[in-house]
């Protein structure tokens, strides 16, 4: 009797190479395992030496149930890991497409490639200071740096910055970026929150000498027009127990121009607001009244925390020492057309502030080989129709799918990704099945280029694992690239 | 500011005590999702549940039911025991439900659309269950998250539809 390894090893499988092992790259590769009924061999390339992209190192640690896609992705990959199924699953990781292996060695070697590596770059503010001067952080760095990236996690720029004089916070932005790294720093020095996570313990006990009084989340539009979504902003009022205290000037919030609102999720965000910034005694619903608020913080120190708006920032000016003393912002007036414009009516206002940290988004960037190929790329993102790249002639790129933000732009959060990458896992089934012929396709030979497998990471997630139980964690994460391929 | 609230339109032409459906295929529009609900060859089937997963085997005489219409308009029933929750039978019956985050009402991977007739039976849901909704695609005024809801005598039989997303998110949705 033939046994299933013999059977099943030489089913001529159809290769499929994603690049980027983020939600996006994982949800795509879940659901072409799910769902395909022809045999696939499907191939995560990661430049990272461990999987999982914007899950591990972009999700704030104190919101480890979003961390939670994980399991589905493990999962998916041990039971496609063993060469006796239909399918088989392959993560390769520390490579970098476009540098050790070019796309067009994909493209031209494998049956369908789907790009999903996401938004590496961000946005700038183009203003003056903005990247000369100490403690002027951009989002993209900050985020990565308390999480561990390797590329950040020990970074001189963070270890050589004196925490211990920032009390005045600006924050530009107000995305749930912008409220990630509100709540961080406002809840620093409550040990409760982050004992328990897998923050970088290096970052959390330089941000624990930060005597932070006052956070500013300054957006260029109005209140209507904030980025951040409900659940963000509920947990920021909710620091009140701590004493930590949230508030909007009334020139923003004001109950009686909102009457004519009519979306659901705005109406709820106007609700969240005014609850919490009614005295305790005279809110109306339950779950609001939790906790009573803490008038102060348990040091006996003044802790708060303001949404600021239709400010644009001009100029960040850095006292002799080259650290930052004030930001400049200009009034903004949103005309009719939902247009921003200078508002001459008011001087500019000086902030002064300690510490800045910049979060007007992520933004996509080509791979270098683009150009050469004639992929088309506009506005941070792969250009697609029907989930098919295009070409500079907007036609269909043979092979070639795109997902994640790298097609949709740095926007919306696991629920929109996930559709997205089921809806271009379908269309990359539909095309593997119309030419039902034997492929030319290949396997991309590694040898030679030092890489982690999947085994690798099972190795490194499991010393993760036992490093963060001996300290009551769920999880310690290696800091350098160099420690994850040592596993110690 | 782009979310629709749609009275569930899927509901209306359900009939009969039992569910079963005579209508031909109807495709609805909810905001800009087509949902191709009750194609004519729908198939029905009612499944004892032996063991499936990590779900309880209900006593004997203590079955609750449930009935799920898939994407393609397909009805399972199934029998259940009490407490379970439905995205936990979902995963159970590999349904294609996803709990991106685990069942801990951190996402709207669960996004279900409750029949009208069943709704208000149910538990309110929570302001952190209310705050994910706003997020659902194809929200509807009887639209829950399966991970939140436990199965319970009160909603014995109770009917939901799994939305259905048949076009691709481009960054115009979320503008």
């Known amino acids: 009797m033939m046994n299933i390894r013999t059977l099943t090893t030489n089913i001529p499988r159809k290769r499929v190479s994603i690049i980027g092992s983020g939600p996006s790259g994982f949800y795509t590769a879940y659901h072409l395992l799910k769902k395909s009924k022809i045999p696939l061999h499907v191939t995560i390339w990661e430049k990272l030496p461990v999987p999982f992209g914007l899950s591990r190192y972009g999700v704030a640690p104190d919101h480890p149930e979003v961390k939670n896609c994980e399991e589905t992705f493990t999962q998916c990959a041990e039971e496609n890991i063993q060469n006796n199924g239909l399918h088989k699953f392959e993560f390769i990781g520390g490579i970098t497409i476009g540098e050790q292996i070019s796309l067009q060695k994909l493209i ?47 970074n001189p720029k963070f270890m050589d910055f004196d925490w211990s004089h920032v009390s005045k916070v600006g924050i530009i932005g107000n995305g749930n970026v912008a409220l990630d790294i509100s709540r961080v720093l406002l809840s620093n020095k409550i040990d409760e929150i982050w004992k328990k996570t897998d923050i970088n313990p290096v970052a959390i006990s330089l941000l624990q000498k930060a005597p932070i009084s006052n956070v500013k989340i300054i957006g260029r539009r109005d209140f209507i027009h904030s980025k951040f979504t409900n659940k963000e902003l509920r947990e920021l009022w909710a620091l009140e127990r701590y004493g930590i205290r949230g508030s909007i000037s009334s020139e923003f919030f004001d109950v009686s121009k909102f009457s004519s609102i009519n979306d659901r999720a705005l109406k709820r965000r106007i609700e969240i607001c005014s609850e ?74 000086v902030y002064g502030l300690d510490l800045l940290i910049t979060s007007i988004g992520y933004a996509g960037k080509p791979m270098k080989e683009f150009s050469s190929l004639n992929i088309k790329f506009n506005k941070d993102r792969v250009i697609t129709k029907d989930n ?17 933000w790298i097609q949709s732009g740095s926007q919306g959060v696991i629920v929109s990704t996930m559709m997205n990458a089921f809806n271009v896992a379908d269309t990359v089934i539909a095309d593997l099945s119309k030419n039902d012929s034997t492929t030319n396709s290949q396997p991309i030979d590694v040898t030679n280029i030092p890489h982690t497998t999947w085994k690798d990471w099972e190795e490194i997630n499991k010393r993760e694992l036992d490093k963060g139980k001996q300290s009551g964690k769920p999880r310690e994460k290696f800091l350098t690239s160099d420690s994850m391929y040592k596993h110690n | 500011m782009s979310r629709f ?90 349904l294609d439900m ?3 985050c685990g069942g801990s009402c951190a996402c709207s991977t669960c996004h279900v659309i409750v029949d009208p007739d069943y709704y208000d039976a149910l538990p309110e849901p929570t302001d952190e269950e209310n705050d994910m909704l706003d997020l659902a695609y194809g929200l509807t005024e009887t639209s829950r998250l399966g991970c939140q809801i436990k199965m319970s005598k009160d909603i014995d039989g109770i009917r939901v539809a799994l939305p259905a997303m048949t076009r691709n998110v481009s960054a115009s949705d979320f503008s």
């Open chain 1, 108 to 154: 031209s070697e494998q049956d369908a490639v789907i790009l999903s590596y996401g938004s590496s770059g961000e946005h700038k503010l183009n203003i003056p200071g903005e990247s000369d001067t100490k403690g002027v952080f951009t989002s993209r760095e900050f985020v990565s740096w308390y999480n561990g990236h390797p590329d950040y996690a020990l």
């Open chain 1, 388 to 404: 098919r790249v295009l070409s500079t002639s907007d036609v269909a790129f043979p092979r070639l799918y795109a997902t994640g």
């Open chain 1, 276 to 349: 919490y910034m009614k005295d305790f005694s005279e809110r109306t619903k339950a779950s609001y009244k939790k906790y009573e608020p803490l008038e102060l913080t348990l040091d006996g120190s003044t802790r708060t925390w303001e949404l600021d708006y239709l400010k644009a920032p001009i100029k960040i000016d850095k006292d002799a020492n080259g650290n930052i003393k004030q930001l400049t912002v200009r009034n903004q007036l949103l005309t009719d057309e939902n247009k921003l414009v200078d508002d001459t009516s008011k001087s500019d206002i």
């Open chain 2, 5 to 94: 609230l749609v009275k569930s339109p899927i509901w209306r032409s359900l009939s009969g005590s039992c569910g079963l459906l005579k209508t031909s295929s109807q495709s609805l529009l909810v905001g800009r999702y087509t949902l191709n609900r009750f194609p004519t060859n729908a198939t029905f089937s009612t499944t004892r549940l032996l063991q499936h997963g990590h779900l309880k085997k209900p006593n004997p005489g203590e079955e609750l039911k449930i009935t799920f219409i898939l994407k393609d308009g397909a009805q399972k029933t199934f029998e259940v025991a009490e407490g379970e929750t439905m995205l936990d039978i979902a995963q159970g019956h590999n």
């Open chain 2, 98 to 100: 996803e709990g991106a």
